[in-house]
C-alpha cells in the first residue's frame, strides 16, 4: 500500500473558502474548527480539502456530462448487508455533501445537499496528485460514534433492559448518543466540532418534503415507503420514551427524525476488533457518491484507525469520491436525498426497481359485488384481476389462499401484506392445512390487533354461515420488487404469476403433497412420481417455487396477469413515460438537484421497468398463441395422416409439418427475428427462446409419443 503523496500544506487539511465571496467567516470558521479536532487527536488527511459550492458552481458544465453513466458494481464497497429492504437500505453509508467542480458535476455524482436556507453544498478534493493504493484518510477510533457507545448511556441502558422491538436498532443506539451526548454535554461534548458541521435541515430527503413536493411522485410507492418510514420513526421514539420517560425531555419527535435522518444517511457498516457494529465517522461522510468507485473504506485492526484507500489515481484539484453502491434510485431517494440521472452500471445493467402488487387489492375488496356476478361482461372487469379467476371456483381459491400464503414468514425480496398475517401463513403454510385451520388463524390475527386493511382481508377469508351470501375469497396482496433483469425477484414474480393462474387441477400437482406429480415436475426438482401424504419434515413447495411453465395454458394466463398488473401500475401516474422524458430535458422547469427533478427521475425509473414488464408480457402471449397454433395443427396432421408411424418418422427430424407450411409465422421465425432486433431486450429473446421453446420441445415429443403409442396399439404391439 502506497504512502500519501507529499502534503502541501503541513499538519492539517485545508478547507478552502475562496470560491465565492459569500462564503462568510463564521461558517468558515466551524468547519476549520472540526478539522483542527480531528487532527488533534490523530486523524490525517493531509492531501485533501473541503470545499464549499455556490449556485454556480453547482450547475457549472452540467450539460456536458448529462449522459455520464455509474458504471461497475459495488461487491467490495463493504456496505453492510441485510435481507430485509428497510434495514438493508439504511445499513449504508451516505457519504458527503456535495457535488463539485474540479470534475464538473455529472449524473453519476450526487450531492447529499444541506439546506440550511442556503443551498449549502460541500464535497472533499485533492491537493495534490493521489497514486493507486494510497491511504488518504485516517480518522482514529476515539473519533467514531459507535452502537456501543449509544448501549452504554443511561437511555440505552434502559432501551437493552426493556427489550423493545425497534425498526432499526442499531441506528437507534447511535441516535440515542447524538441526542443524549448533545444534550448532556453541549459545547463541552468532545464530539461538539463534529455536530456543529451536521446539517441542521435536510429538506432534499422525502420524509421532510411538502405536499407539493410529493405530488410529484404520484403513482408510485415510493409515497407507502415514506409514510411507512415517518410511522416507523413515530413509533421508536414512542416505544423509547416509554422505556425510558425522561429522553422526551432530552429529544422531541422532530429532533429524533432529524438524528434518525442523519445516522440514516451516514452510518458506516464496520467490523471493528471482531466485532460487526455501524459507527458514524466524521469527514470520512462528506465524500460524495461516484460509480464506478474509486476508493475502498475498511476499519484497520492494526492501526486502530477507519481508513480510506484510493483505487485509482485521482488528480490534483479532482473531487474524491465514495460509491454508496449498485441501489435502485427509490433508495438513494429516500435514504440520501437524490436520484442517479443515468442509474446504469458498466455492464448494462440498470438496478431502479418498481413495486409490482400480486393477490388481492384493497379496491377490489370495496367493489367485492361485482366480482361475484358472473354475468358481467370482461369489458367491466378491465384492470381487475379477478376477471382472471372467472374459472375458479371456491373449492380452488381455497386451494390457492392456502399455497400462496405457504411459508410467508421466511420470503425473500417478496413483501408480504403485513406482519398480522404471519398467524394465517404459519397456519396455511402447512401442506394440505383445511379450511378450518385457515379461518382459526384469520380470527387469531383479527384479534391479534392487524391494521384495519388486513382485518378486512381476513373477515373476507371467514366462511359465512349457510344461510349468508358467500363471500368472496381474496389472496393477501404480496409486493415483488423487479428491475429490468432475470434475477432471482424476477423468477420469484413469475412463479406467483403462475400461482395466480392455475386452475384447481394445477394447483394440485404443484403441491405435490400425496398428490401425483407432473413429468416437468419430476424432471425439474427430482420429484417422485407418486408423493405419499407430506409428513411434518417434508420439505413443501411454495409461491416462489415454480420456476418452470406449468402449462402453455397456465403460462398465458400468467402473462395476462402480469399484463393487467403493468397497465394498472401506469394507470396511477398522472404524466406518460414520454412526458417525462420531455420533463426532464426542461432544466430550467426541473433544475438539477432539485426535489422536483429527483421525484420525476424516480417515477421515470419505475415507468422504464413496468413498460419493460408490459412489453414482456405482450411479447410472451403473442409467442405463446404461435406455439399454440403449432400444436393444434399438430394434432390435426397427426390425426388425418394416413399413416401415423410415419409421421411419427417425421417429427424426429427436428422439423414439424407445420413450422414447414407455416414458416414465415412459425416460432422459429418469430425468435429468429427477435435475435436480429437490436431493440430487442435479452431477458425477453432468452425467455421465449429458452423457457418457452422447451415447452414447446416437450408438447412436440408429446404428441410424438402418442403417435407411437397409437401405432403401437393398431398394430396390436
Given at each position: 500500500?502506497?504512502?500519501?503523496?507529499?502534503?502541501?500544506?503541513?499538519?492539517?487539511?485545508?478547507?478552502?473558502?475562496?470560491r465565492?465571496?459569500?462564503?462568510?467567516?463564521?461558517?468558515?470558521?466551524?468547519?476549520?474548527?472540526?478539522?483542527?479536532?480531528?487532527?488533534?487527536?490523530?486523524?490525517?488527511?493531509p492531501?485533501l480539502?473541503?470545499?464549499?459550492?455556490?449556485?454556480?458552481?453547482?450547475?457549472?458544465?452540467?450539460?456536458?456530462?448529462?449522459?455520464?453513466?455509474?458504471?461497475?458494481?459495488?461487491?467490495?464497497?463493504?456496505?453492510?448487508?441485510?435481507?430485509?429492504?428497510?434495514?438493508?437500505?439504511?445499513?449504508?453509508?451516505?457519504?458527503?455533501?456535495?457535488?463539485?467542480?474540479?470534475?464538473?458535476?455529472?449524473?453519476?455524482?450526487?450531492?447529499?445537499?444541506?439546506?440550511?436556507?442556503?443551498?449549502?453544498?460541500?464535497?472533499?478534493?485533492?491537493?495534490?496528485?493521489?497514486?493507486?493504493?494510497?491511504?488518504?484518510?485516517?480518522?482514529?477510533?476515539?473519533?467514531?460514534?459507535?452502537?456501543?457507545?449509544?448501549?452504554?448511556?443511561?437511555?440505552?441502558?434502559?432501551?437493552?433492559?426493556?427489550?423493545?422491538?425497534?425498526?432499526?436498532?442499531?441506528?437507534?443506539?447511535?441516535?440515542?448518543?447524538?441526542?443524549?451526548?448533545k444534550?448532556?454535554?453541549?459545547?463541552?461534548?468532545?464530539?461538539?466540532?463534529?455536530?456543529?458541521?451536521?446539517?441542521?435541515?435536510?429538506?432534499?430527503?422525502?420524509?421532510?418534503?411538502?405536499?407539493?413536493?410529493?405530488?410529484?411522485?404520484?403513482?408510485?410507492?415510493?409515497l407507502?415507503?415514506?409514510?411507512?418510514?415517518?410511522?416507523?420513526?413515530?413509533?421508536?421514539?414512542?416505544?423509547?420514551?416509554s422505556?425510558?420517560?425522561?429522553?422526551?425531555?432530552?429529544?422531541?419527535?422532530?429532533?429524533?427524525?432529524?438524528?434518525?435522518?442523519?445516522?440514516?444517511?451516514?452510518?458506516?457498516?464496520?467490523?471493528?476488533?471482531?466485532?460487526?457494529?455501524?459507527?458514524?465517522?466524521?469527514?470520512?461522510?462528506?465524500?460524495?457518491?461516484?460509480?464506478?468507485?474509486?476508493?475502498?473504506?475498511?476499519?484497520?485492526?492494526?492501526?486502530?484507525?477507519?481508513?480510506?484507500?484510493?483505487?485509482?489515481?485521482?488528480?490534483?484539484?479532482?473531487?474524491?469520491?465514495?460509491?454508496?453502491?449498485?441501489?435502485?434510485?427509490?433508495?438513494?431517494?429516500?435514504?440520501?436525498?437524490?436520484?442517479?440521472?443515468k442509474?446504469?452500471?458498466?455492464?448494462?445493467f440498470?438496478?431502479?426497481?418498481?413495486?409490482?402488487?400480486?393477490?388481492?387489492?384493497?379496491?377490489?375488496?370495496?367493489?367485492?359485488?361485482?366480482?361475484?356476478?358472473?354475468?358481467?361482461?370482461s369489458?367491466?372487469?378491465?384492470?381487475?384481476?379477478?376477471?382472471?379467476?372467472?374459472?375458479?371456483?371456491?373449492e380452488?381459491?381455497?386451494?390457492?389462499?392456502?399455497?400462496?400464503?405457504?411459508?410467508?414468514?421466511?420470503?425473500?425480496?417478496?413483501?408480504?401484506?403485513?406482519?398480522?398475517?404471519?398467524?394465517?401463513?404459519?397456519?396455511?403454510?402447512?401442506?394440505?392445512?383445511?379450511?378450518?385451520?385457515?379461518?382459526?388463524?384469520?380470527?387469531?390475527?383479527?384479534?391479534?390487533?392487524?391494521?384495519?386493511?388486513?382485518?378486512?382481508y381476513?373477515?373476507?377469508?371467514?366462511?359465512?354461515?349457510?344461510?349468508?351470501?358467500p363471500?368472496?375469497?381474496?389472496?393477501?396482496?404480496?409486493?415483488v420488487?423487479?428491475?429490468?433483469?432475470?434475477?432471482?425477484?424476477?423468477?420469484?414474480?413469475?412463479?406467483m404469476?403462475?400461482?395466480?393462474?392455475?386452475?384447481?387441477?394445477?394447483?394440485?400437482?404443484?403441491?405435490?403433497?400425496?398428490?401425483?406429480?407432473?413429468?416437468?415436475?419430476?424432471?425439474?426438482?427430482?420429484?417422485?412420481?407418486v408423493?405419499?401424504?407430506?409428513?411434518?419434515?417434508?420439505?413443501?413447495?411454495?409461491?416462489?417455487?415454480?420456476?418452470?411453465?406449468?402449462?402453455?395454458?397456465?403460462?398465458?394466463?400468467?402473462?395476462?396477469?402480469?399484463?393487467?398488473?403493468?397497465?394498472?401500475?401506469?394507470?396511477?401516474?398522472?404524466?406518460?413515460?414520454?412526458?417525462?422524458?420531455?420533463?426532464?430535458?426542461?432544466?430550467?422547469?426541473?433544475?438539477?438537484?432539485?426535489?422536483?427533478?429527483?421525484?420525476?427521475?424516480?417515477?421515470?425509473?419505475?415507468?422504464?421497468?413496468?413498460?419493460?414488464?408490459?412489453?414482456?408480457?405482450?411479447?410472451?402471449?403473442?409467442?405463446?398463441?404461435?406455439?399454440?397454433?403449432?400444436?393444434?395443427?399438430?394434432?390435426?396432421?397427426?390425426?388425418?395422416?394416413a399413416?401415423?408411424?410415419?409421421?411419427?418418422?417425421?417429427?424426429?427430424?427436428?422439423?414439424?409439418?407445420?413450422?414447414?407450411?407455416?414458416?414465415?409465422?412459425?416460432?422459429?421465425?418469430?425468435?429468429?427475428?427477435?435475435?436480429?432486433?437490436?431493440?430487442?431486450?435479452?431477458?425477453?429473446?432468452?425467455?421465449?427462446?429458452?423457457?418457452?421453446?422447451?415447452?414447446?420441445?416437450?408438447?412436440l415429443?408429446?404428441?410424438?409419443?402418442?403417435?407411437?403409442?397409437?401405432?403401437r396399439?393398431?398394430?396390436?404391439?
Amino acid at each position: 500500500m502506497s504512502p500519501p503523496p507529499p502534503n502541501p500544506h503541513p499538519r492539517t487539511g485545508r478547507t478552502s473558502n475562496n470560491r465565492s465571496s459569500c462564503h462568510g467567516d463564521e461558517d468558515a470558521d466551524k468547519f476549520q474548527k472540526f478539522e483542527r479536532w480531528l487532527i488533534a487527536n490523530g486523524a490525517q488527511f493531509p492531501c485533501l480539502e473541503l470545499k464549499k459550492y455556490d449556485n454556480s458552481d453547482r450547475f457549472k458544465n452540467v450539460d456536458a456530462n448529462s449522459d455520464a453513466v455509474a458504471f461497475s458494481s459495488s461487491s467490495s464497497d463493504h456496505k453492510e448487508e441485510d435481507d430485509d429492504e428497510e434495514n438493508e437500505s439504511e445499513e449504508k453509508k451516505d457519504g458527503g455533501m456535495a457535488t463539485a467542480t474540479g470534475k464538473p458535476p455529472s449524473s453519476h455524482q450526487h450531492p447529499k445537499v444541506i439546506d440550511d436556507g442556503s443551498d449549502e453544498m460541500r464535497g472533499v478534493h485533492a491537493l495534490a496528485t493521489l497514486p493507486p493504493s494510497a491511504v488518504i484518510v485516517s480518522i482514529p477510533l476515539r473519533c467514531l460514534i459507535t452502537v456501543e457507545m449509544g448501549q452504554t448511556t443511561p437511555i440505552g441502558r434502559k432501551i437493552l433492559a426493556s427489550d423493545l422491538e425497534l425498526d432499526a436498532p442499531k441506528h437507534i443506539f447511535l441516535m440515542i448518543y447524538l441526542l443524549w451526548d448533545k444534550w448532556t454535554n453541549g459545547e463541552k461534548s468532545f464530539f461538539a466540532p463534529y455536530y456543529a458541521v451536521l446539517p441542521k435541515r435536510l429538506r432534499n430527503m422525502p420524509i421532510f418534503w411538502d405536499e407539493e413536493e410529493l405530488r410529484y411522485l404520484q403513482g408510485s410507492h415510493l409515497l407507502s415507503q415514506i409514510s411507512d418510514r415517518i410511522a416507523a420513526i413515530t413509533r421508536d421514539y414512542h416505544s423509547v420514551c416509554s422505556a425510558a420517560p425522561e429522553f422526551a425531555s432530552i429529544s422531541t419527535l422532530e429532533e429524533f427524525t432529524w438524528a434518525r435522518t442523519i445516522v440514516c444517511s451516514r452510518n458506516f457498516g464496520l467490523m471493528i476488533n471482531g466485532r460487526r457494529t455501524s459507527a458514524l465517522v466524521p469527514h470520512a461522510d462528506m465524500l460524495n457518491h461516484h460509480r464506478p468507485r474509486e476508493t475502498k473504506w475498511t476499519f484497520c485492526e492494526e492501526s486502530q484507525c477507519f481508513t480510506i484507500t484510493t483505487l485509482k489515481e485521482i488528480g490534483a484539484g479532482e473531487q474524491v469520491y465514495d460509491s454508496y453502491g449498485q441501489k435502485c434510485n427509490h433508495r438513494f431517494l429516500l435514504n440520501y436525498g437524490f436520484c442517479v440521472e443515468k442509474n446504469v452500471e458498466i455492464d448494462g445493467f440498470c438496478p431502479n426497481e418498481v413495486s409490482l402488487e400480486l393477490g388481492g387489492g384493497s379496491d377490489e375488496f370495496e367493489e367485492e359485488d361485482s366480482y361475484c356476478d358472473p354475468d358481467r361482461s370482461s369489458k367491466n372487469y378491465r384492470g381487475r384481476l379477478f376477471d382472471l379467476y372467472r374459472g375458479n371456483d371456491r373449492e380452488c381459491m381455497e386451494k390457492k389462499l392456502a399455497f400462496w400464503t405457504r411459508g410467508d414468514t421466511d420470503a425473500v425480496g417478496v413483501d408480504f401484506f403485513g406482519s398480522s398475517w404471519h398467524a394465517l401463513a404459519t397456519s396455511v403454510g402447512r401442506a394440505g392445512a383445511p379450511v378450518s385451520s385457515i379461518m382459526e388463524a384469520t380470527l387469531g390475527a383479527s384479534s391479534s390487533g392487524m391494521d384495519a386493511t388486513a382485518s378486512r382481508y381476513a373477515e373476507a377469508l371467514i366462511v359465512p354461515s349457510p344461510s349468508s351470501p358467500p363471500q368472496p375469497i381474496i389472496l393477501p396482496t404480496k409486493r415483488v420488487r423487479v428491475c429490468v433483469s432475470n434475477n432471482e425477484n424476477t423468477r420469484v414474480l413469475f412463479s406467483m404469476l403462475r400461482v395466480l393462474a392455475c386452475n384447481s387441477a394445477e394447483l394440485d400437482r404443484i403441491s405435490w403433497g400425496g398428490r401425483t406429480a407432473t413429468a416437468a415436475g419430476q424432471r425439474l426438482y427430482g420429484i417422485p412420481g407418486v408423493v405419499s401424504s407430506a409428513s411434518p419434515s417434508t420439505p413443501f413447495r411454495t409461491c416462489r417455487d415454480i420456476r418452470y411453465p406449468i402449462s402453455l395454458r397456465n403460462e398465458r394466463c400468467a402473462m395476462e396477469i402480469l399484463l393487467e398488473i403493468t397497465e394498472k401500475s401506469l394507470s396511477k401516474y398522472p404524466t406518460s413515460f414520454a412526458q417525462d422524458a420531455a420533463d426532464l430535458q426542461d432544466e430550467n422547469s426541473y433544475p438539477k438537484y432539485s426535489n422536483k427533478r429527483h421525484a420525476k427521475l424516480q417515477v421515470h425509473g419505475e415507468k422504464e421497468v413496468l413498460h419493460h414488464f408490459a412489453l414482456w408480457a405482450r411479447t410472451a402471449i403473442h409467442v405463446i398463441d404461435i406455439i399454440l397454433h403449432e400444436l393444434a395443427q399438430e394434432m390435426r396432421l397427426v390425426t388425418h395422416s394416413a399413416s401415423a408411424a410415419e409421421h411419427a418418422k417425421g417429427l424426429g427430424d427436428g422439423m414439424s409439418e407445420t413450422e414447414s407450411l407455416n414458416e414465415e409465422l412459425g416460432y422459429d421465425y418469430v425468435i429468429q427475428a427477435m435475435e436480429d432486433d437490436d431493440d430487442c431486450h435479452t431477458t425477453i429473446l432468452r425467455y421465449c427462446a429458452d423457457v418457452l421453446g422447451a415447452v414447446r420441445r416437450d408438447e412436440l415429443n408429446q404428441i410424438a409419443t402418442e403417435v407411437m403409442g397409437i401405432d403401437r396399439r393398431d398394430r396390436g404391439l
